[in-house]
């Protein structure tokens, strides 16, 4: 009799387990709080990361006296659910190289572009040149090229970003998380398209 409850709970908790849908939401909150403070840092450079407090080690399971096929339940459901806190990691070795490129970009060559309106924000998270007539004819070439080493910059940001996550198919929300931050950051003068790619003036 006893096997016989075990064998019943043991496939209650399979099948149990088997109907808990495991969705992982992409943490847009969370994403946009670590995209404010890294678009921040590279715009100002004063502003230091804030390093995640470590998570608590989830304490083992006691058997007080439990069935362990009870256990076995406790196990499995709430590990499903603990999948799904909302948390999201932007800080790795190569993000920092990225974010040291970007801001000595932004207080030189880029950062210049960007006051003179030759280059604006574009809505899905890149820069790109609005009115080239604005740059000497001699330093068009040294300005296409900053654009587009930042760009790369980016492209391989918001790539990091999914990928440290655990979740390369983020990449594009991450990219428009930060879009809307670059945009929102930008300094007075400073130009951006809107949502119809029209040029707009900060």
Same mark, same amino acid.
């Given at each position: 009799?006893?096997?016989?409850?075990?064998?019943?709970?043991?496939?209650?908790?399979?099948?149990?387990?088997?109907?808990?849908?495991?969705?992982?939401?992409?943490?847009?909150?969370?994403?946009?709080?670590?995209?404010?403070?890294?678009?921040?840092?590279?715009?100002?450079?004063?502003?230091?990361?804030?390093?995640?407090?470590?998570?608590?080690?989830?304490?083992?399971?006691?058997?007080?006296?439990?069935?362990?096929?009870?256990?076995?339940?406790? $196990?499995?459901?709430?590990? @499903?659910? /603990?999948?799904?806190? *909302?948390?999201?990691?932007? &800080?790795?070795? #190569? +993000?920092? %190289?990225?974010?040291?490129?970007?801001?000595?970009?932004?207080?030189?060559?880029?950062?210049?572009?960007?006051?003179?309106?030759?280059?604006?924000?574009?809505?899905?998270?890149?820069?790109?040149?609005?009115?080239?007539?604005?740059?000497?004819?001699?330093?068009?070439?040294?300005?296409?090229?900053?654009?587009?080493?930042?760009?790369?910059?980016?492209?391989? $940001?918001?790539?990091?970003? @999914?990928? /440290?996550?655990?979740? *390369?198919?983020?990449?594009? &929300?991450?990219? #428009? +998380?930060? %879009?809307?931050?670059?945009?929102?950051?930008?300094?007075?003068?400073?130009?951006?398209?809107?949502?119809?790619?029209?040029?707009?003036?900060?």
């Amino acid at each position: 009799m006893r096997k016989l409850v075990y064998v019943i709970l043991t496939s209650l908790a399979v099948a149990l387990a088997g109907c808990v849908t495991i969705n992982v939401y992409f943490p847009e909150a969370a994403a946009q709080k670590a995209a404010d403070q890294f678009i921040g840092n590279v715009l100002e450079g004063t502003a230091p990361y804030a390093t995640p407090a470590p998570k608590e080690p989830t304490p083992a399971v006691q058997n007080d006296g439990q069935h362990p096929s009870a256990m076995l339940l406790d $196990l499995l459901i709430p590990s @499903a659910y /603990a999948a799904d806190v *909302p948390n999201i990691r932007i &800080q790795t070795s #190569a +993000t920092e %190289a990225i974010r040291g490129r970007m801001h000595a970009r932004f207080q030189g060559a880029l950062g210049d572009l960007l006051d003179s309106g030759a280059v604006g924000f574009t809505r899905d998270g890149m820069v790109a040149m609005r009115d080239a007539a604005k740059v000497p004819l001699s330093q068009r070439a040294q300005a296409n090229a900053t654009v587009a080493d930042e760009n790369r910059d980016r492209a391989a $940001l918001y790539r990091e970003i @999914a990928h /440290a996550n655990n979740h *390369p198919e983020w990449e594009s &929300q991450i990219r #428009a +998380t930060f %879009a809307k931050s670059w945009i929102e950051k930008a300094r007075a003068g400073w130009y951006y398209q809107d949502a119809s790619g029209a040029w707009q003036k900060k």
